[in-house]
C-alpha cells in the first residue's frame, strides 16, 4: 500500500517535532528553541507539516515582509524588496528524503503565493529552479 501523507498546517502540538527535525539539520538551517519557533510561527504566512501516518516529516516556514525578525538573510529581503515571501526553513527527516516531501511543500507554498497575491508579483529566482527542489511550475519562472 502506498504511502499517504498529507500537507497540512503546522500546529503548537507539532512543535517537539519540528523542533528536532531542525535540530537534526541545523548546520543548514540554524538553532531554534521553542520560544524562537512560537515566535516565528505566530509570524509566519505559511507555516506547514508534511505528515505520514501520524509522523512529522518535514516542515517550511515562510515570512512575508514586516516581520519582526533577526536573521540578516530576512533582513537583506526587507531592505530589497516591498513584497515578498522569504523560506526561512525547509526540513525534511533524513528517514523520508526521496518521496517528494520536499517538492511537495514548495509547491504548496507556490500555490498559496499564487492566490496569497497577483500571479505578476510573484517572483521566484532562477537559482531556486535550479538548485534541485523539483519542477518548478512555467508560471513561476523569470525569464
Not at 507539532?14 to 528553541?33: C, G, Q, R, W
Request: glycine share 4%; with cysteine; aromatic share 10%.
Amino acid at each position: 500500500m502506498p504511502v499517504q501523507t498529507m500537507i497540512r498546517d503546522a500546529a503548537p502540538e507539532d512543535f517537539a517535532a519540528i523542533l528536532a527535525l531542525n535540530d537534526a539539520a541545523v548546520h543548514y538551517t540554524s538553532p531554534m528553541d521553542l520560544a524562537r519557533l512560537q515566535m516565528l510561527h505566530a509570524q509566519a504566512a505559511y507555516h506547514r507539516v508534511a505528515e505520514t501516518d501520524g509522523r512529522i516529516d518535514a516542515f517550511l516556514l515562510a515570512l512575508r515582509e514586516r516581520a519582526s525578525y533577526d536573521s540578516p538573510n530576512y533582513l537583506w529581503f526587507q531592505r530589497s524588496y516591498s513584497r515578498f515571501l522569504y523560506v526561512d526553513r525547509i526540513v525534511v527527516a533524513a528517514a523520508a528524503r526521496g518521496r517528494g516531501l520536499g517538492i511537495q511543500l514548495y509547491e504548496d507554498l507556490f500555490a498559496f503565493a499564487a492566490r496569497a497575491c497577483h500571479a505578476r508579483d510573484l517572483r521566484i529566482r532562477r537559482r531556486a529552479a535550479e538548485s534541485g527542489v523539483g519542477k518548478i511550475p512555467q508560471a513561476f519562472r523569470l525569464p
